[in-house]
C-alpha cells in the first residue's frame, strides 16, 4: 500500500524566513508527487507536482519542492514565506500500480508577521 | 477560472436522518471523485466514477453511503443513515480524465455536522 508521512504538526515561520515542509512517502513502482494547499473552509489547492525530470519543481506562488528518490521524500519549500502563506498543506502519492491518490494527514504552516 | 461547485456549503442532521451533497465538475472533466476528510487528517477516497461508471469504491460503506452520476457530469453523495461519525468535510474534485498525472481540482466541500 502507498502512504505518505508529513512528520510535523505545525510548522511556524517567522515572515520572510525560508519556509520547508516535510514529506516522505513510500510505494511500489514509480511515484507521482503532488502538494495541495487548504485554507480554512475552502478545498485543497494544487501547488505542484513531480512526474520524472528535473528533480527540482516549481509551482505556484513561489513554491518549490525537490523530490529525493534515494531518502524517499518531497519537501516543499519557499525562499521567503509570507503570513498569506498561513494555511494547511498536504503532500499526496499515486504511483503505476495504484491510481488512487494518497494524501498525507497534512501540516499546519504559521507564518508570523 | 472554472470551478468545482457543491452545495450545500454546510448541513446539520440528526442521526438516522438521511443527507445528500451534490457536485458540478468544471465542464469537460471525466473523472470525479468524492472524498472524506476528517479534521486533523488528509482527505480519504470514498468513490470515483469514469464519466457515468464507478471506478473505485472499496472504500465506501455501501450498508449507507451511495453515489451516482447518471449522465456523466453532475454527481450526487447520500448517506443514509446518517451516524454520529460521519461528520467531516465531504469534498468532490474532478480532473480531465484517469491519468496518473493530472491533478486534481477540488470544490469547496461540504461540512456535515450528525448530532
Known amino acids: 500500500a502507498q502512504s505518505v508521512a508529513q512528520p510535523e504538526d505545525q510548522v511556524n515561520v517567522a515572515e520572510g524566513n525560508p519556509l520547508t515542509v516535510k514529506c516522505t512517502y513510500s510505494?511500489?513502482?514509480?511515484?507521482?508527487l503532488f502538494w495541495y494547499v487548504q485554507y480554512p473552509n475552502r478545498g485543497l489547492q494544487f501547488l505542484l507536482k513531480?512526474?520524472?525530470?528535473?528533480?527540482l519543481v516549481k509551482g505556484s506562488y513561489g513554491f518549490e519542492a525537490e523530490f529525493n528518490k534515494s531518502q524517499t521524500s518531497f519537501h516543499l519549500k519557499k525562499p521567503s514565506a509570507l503570513v498569506s502563506d498561513s494555511a494547511l498543506y498536504f503532500c499526496?502519492?499515486?504511483?503505476?500500480?495504484?491510481?488512487?491518490?494518497?494524501f498525507g494527514k497534512g501540516n499546519q504552516v504559521v507564518v508570523i508577521p | 477560472e472554472a470551478e468545482v461547485a457543491q452545495s450545500p456549503r454546510y448541513k446539520i442532521t440528526e442521526k438516522s436522518q438521511a443527507v445528500a451533497f451534490w457536485c458540478d465538475p468544471i465542464?469537460?472533466?471525466?473523472?470525479l471523485y468524492w472524498y472524506r476528510q476528517i479534521l486533523g487528517q488528509g482527505p480519504e477516497l470514498l468513490v470515483q466514477?469514469?464519466?457515468?461508471?464507478?471506478?473505485?469504491d472499496s472504500q465506501l460503506p455501501k450498508d449507507r453511503f451511495s453515489a451516482e452520476r447518471l449522465k456523466g457530469v453532475d454527481s450526487t453523495l447520500k448517506i443514509q443513515p446518517a451516524e454520529l461519525g460521519d461528520s467531516a468535510m465531504y469534498l468532490c474534485a474532478t480532473s480531465p480524465d484517469r491519468g496518473l498525472f493530472n491533478e486534481q481540482y477540488f470544490g469547496p466541500g461540504t461540512r456535515l455536522t450528525v448530532t
Open positions: 513531480y512526474i520524472t525530470g528535473d528533480n
Open positions: 465542464s469537460g472533466h471525466a473523472t
Open positions: 466514477f469514469q464519466d457515468e461508471s464507478v471506478v473505485d
Open positions: 510505494v511500489s513502482g514509480n511515484p507521482y
Open positions: 499526496a502519492v499515486r504511483s503505476d500500480g495504484n491510481n488512487r491518490l494518497a
